[in-house]
């Protein structure tokens, strides 16, 4: 049986359980590619935002890299405060 009031939609009747076949429009694509692109705009953004922050870029794998920006800040000033000593 096919549903006359839109041409893409074809609808197959079933006793059990009704399944239906439905073709996607190619107008729909653009949206599509759109939002695709813009996840992995977002990704890039993310490492070059964070390489423009703390001036290396950034470790896979780690949550928080606060931690670690803190730590090699920490022992930046306790090599400075070495060469002053000696």
Do not use: C
């Not at 107008?27 to 590619?33: F, G, M």
């Not at 705009?41 to 950034?58: D, M, R």
């Amino acid at each position: 049986i096919t549903n006359r009031r839109t041409p893409s939609t074809t609808v197959f009747v079933s006793f059990y359980r009704p399944k239906r076949a439905i073709e996607m429009p190619w107008q729909s694509l653009a949206p599509l590619v759109v939002v695709a692109t813009m996840f992995n705009v977002a990704a890039g953004l993310v490492g070059g935002i964070h390489y423009v922050a703390y001036g290396k870029s950034k470790e896979l794998g780690l949550p928080d890299n606060e931690f670690n920006y803190r730590m090699d800040k920490r022992d930046q000033y306790l090599k400075q405060l070495a060469k002053n000593v000696k």
